[in-house]
């Protein structure tokens, strides 16, 4: 195989702005600088393969490529697969689908910490003959309890001073599957009394009987991550080994580590990992609400996920672009979700094309049109793009607007549609209330009857009238039939990391299923992802696994108001 080093390609990713300067870039220039590692730039993304890619990895990977990218240098996908009861193929395929859906591509250079086994197995080897490392016989909660508190010195193991002689037979019958999982672990032998935690014997390898993915049953032990992540990177030859700040502690061991073998030692950076208000971006977290079945799966457009992202209709510049907004830090905090939404809805509104689509319709007859006609307006398809040009739309006798746009009795400064008062329907004709049809059990309004004036065509009157309102609509006879599904914040607080149980901090309202919705005749040839603005909306996208020519399913990405502007504006600064 060659090595990952010897890979020269360059990165074919696509960066739609250039980044603001940081901490790390300044780090990374000033070592090019200095022609540090001979001026090259290598980093890696090493995902477990044990769950899908959230917007937390989303920025680790515009850091990690973007920077790469920047200094023309390589950037790898690593899969660190050192459980092979938590890892599994489908994670690893659908890691690579979202990565290349976000717009990166590592090129040949794709990896796997279990394609260096033999060599952190010989590794392990080396530091056992030099004296620094041992196999111990305490069981997992006995090493948590040897190992101490923050306060409190560990203790060693009364197997750690055995003989080199001892410890390397013992390390070989692991190998061989001699011993049953659990019953030994082979750890490095630094200093129990050591103020990081991380320092106080680590475990290195621990006898799991288990079939991995890749590697089959060649292995019955396995590497810790803490053993594999830093030779992995020295393998490589990465030079800034970029990672989130829970690996600051880490650092010192994955040093002490490449210093003991003589290896090539990476530069560790660590930086804030990504917050988000209303959002909870722990994978072990994401995995026990698709588990529990507090999501449909890890794509459910809740979710806070790559997959559930796409299949609610944001884009990926919009997430690269969110990504550069929040900037790099080394200082934890909690990011509005709105600037999230904000720039999704500042994307979308540059590429979607408008349509019209009524959510709760009110039937709406145009006593004055004749009967069997149908004409076709000219509708404007994306007003931010004169090139998207326009489209037909059929207006008749028989329309839907929405039932929030008509009230009997209307409050004050309600200057939508009453009895006796006037609107222009969006590219059509101004129309008037002159009769209201109600159910006779129920009393609730179900049919109006308005008339038209013809001289309105288009939206305008000849003689200068105004009208306050103007309603999207949709004609019955050509209506399709559509379900929405209005998606909002999982949970009801900004900050759900703080909730003991998941239950507790569900919001209630996450999803409403709207059935039997009209739907403008051009959507019934939207194909699976395309988006949309249904004007007076939101934002919304053809649901890529339940939508079907037959029932058309459209996902809400977000809604018309955008939260974050108006926070901007009374703040009085712009981003």
């Given amino acids: 195989m060659k090595s990952p080093q010897e890979n020269t390609n360059k990165n074919t990713g696509n960066n739609d702005h250039k980044p603001t300067s940081d901490f790390i870039r300044e780090i990374v220039a000033e070592d090019v600088k200095n022609g540090k590692n001979g001026g090259r730039v290598h980093t890696r993304f090493p995902p477990e393969p044990n769950g899908y890619l959230h917007i937390g990895h989303a920025k680790a990977i515009c850091i990690d490529y973007g920077i790469a990218e920047e200094y023309n240098g390589l950037y790898?996908?690593?899969?660190?697969?050192?459980?092979?009861?938590?890892?599994?193929?489908?994670?690893?395929?659908a890691i690579m689908r979202d990565i290349k859906w976000l717009g990166f591509d590592w090129g040949d250079r794709l990896f796997h910490a279990s394609d260096y086994f033999d060599q952190l197995y010989e590794w392990a080897v080396k530091l056992t003959k030099d004296g620094k490392a041992y196999v111990d016989d305490l069981t997992a909660e006995q090493i948590r309890e040897y190992r101490g508190t923050l306060t409190e010195p560990g203790k060693n193991s009364p197997h750690r001073d055995r003989s080199v002689e001892e410890n390397l037979d013992l390390l070989e019958r692991m190998r061989s599957?001699?011993?049953?999982?659990?019953?030994?672990?082979?750890?490095?032998?630094?200093?129990?009394?050591?103020?990081?935690?991380?320092?106080?014997?680590?475990?290195?390898?621990?006898v799991l009987h288990a079939t991995h993915h890749r590697t089959g049953d060649k292995w019955c032990i396995y590497p810790m991550y803490d053993w594999a992540h830093g030779q992995s990177d020295s393998i490589e030859g990465i030079t800034h080994s970029l990672c989130d700040l829970n690996f600051e502690d880490h650092r010192p061991l994955y040093d002490w580590f490449l210093v003991q073998l003589g290896v090539h030692r990476p530069q560790q950076i660590e930086f804030a990992r990504l917050n988000i208000s209303y959002t909870i971006l722990s994978k072990r977290k994401l995995i026990k609400l698709v588990q529990q079945e507090y999501v449909t799966g890890w794509d459910d457009p809740r979710m806070p996920t790559l997959s559930a992202m796409r299949r609610r209709g944001y884009t990926p510049e919009s997430i690269r672009r969110f990504c550069e907004r929040i900037g790099v830090?080394?200082?934890?905090?909690?990011?509005?979700?709105?600037?999230?939404?904000?720039?999704?809805?500042?994307?979308?509104?540059?590429?979607?094309?408008?349509?019209?689509?009524?959510?709760r319709p009110l039937k709406v007859v145009i006593d004055n049109y004749p009967d069997d006609q149908v004409e076709e307006m000219d509708a404007v398809n994306n007003p931010e793009d004169p090139s998207a040009g326009t489209r037909k739309v059929p207006f008749s006798k028989v329309l839907y607007i929405e039932q929030e746009?008509?009230?009997?009795?209307?409050?004050?400064?309600?200057?939508?549609?009453?009895?006796?008062?006037?609107?222009?329907?969006?590219?059509?004709?101004?129309?008037k209330c002159?009769?209201?049809v109600k159910d006779e059990k129920t009393g609730e309004v179900i049919e109006l009857h308005c008339s038209y004036d013809p001289q309105t065509r288009g939206g305008d009157s000849p003689d200068g009238r105004k009208v306050k309102a103007t309603f999207h609509w949709v004609s019955a006879a050509h209506a399709v039939d559509g379900e929405l599904r209005l998606y909002n914040n999982l949970f009801d607080r900004p900050n759900p990391v703080e909730c003991e149980d998941f239950g507790d901090c569900l919001n209630p309202d996450s999803l409403e299923v709207l059935h039997g919705c009209k739907l403008e005749p051009s959507l019934s040839k939207a194909e699976p992802g395309a988006r949309f603005q249904f004007e007076r909306q939101g934002y919304y996208c053809v649901d890529s696994v339940d939508s079907t020519p037959d029932r058309p399913v459209f996902n809400r990405t977000v809604t018309l108001r955008d939260t974050w502007a108006k926070i901007q504006k009374a703040s009085g600064t712009k981003k």
């Avoid at 690593?78 to 994670?91: C, H, L, Q």
């Fill in 76 to 93: 790898n996908l690593r899969f660190d697969d050192t459980n092979p009861i938590k890892e599994e193929s489908k994670y690893a395929e």
């Fill in 177 to 206: 599957g001699e011993f049953p999982d659990g019953s030994k672990t082979l750890r490095a032998k630094i200093d129990m009394a050591a103020g990081n935690i991380n320092m106080r014997d680590p475990v290195l390898y621990r």
């Fill in 329 to 359: 830090a080394k200082r934890e905090s909690i990011i509005d979700v709105a600037l999230l939404e904000h720039t999704v809805r500042e994307d979308l509104n540059k590429r979607s094309p408008r349509v019209m689509a009524v959510l």
């Fill in 405 to 431: 746009d008509f009230r009997e009795d209307p409050p004050k400064k309600f200057f939508r549609l009453a009895p006796g008062r006037e609107v222009r329907l969006r590219y059509a004709y101004f129309i």
């Fill in 434 to 436: 002159e009769r209201v």
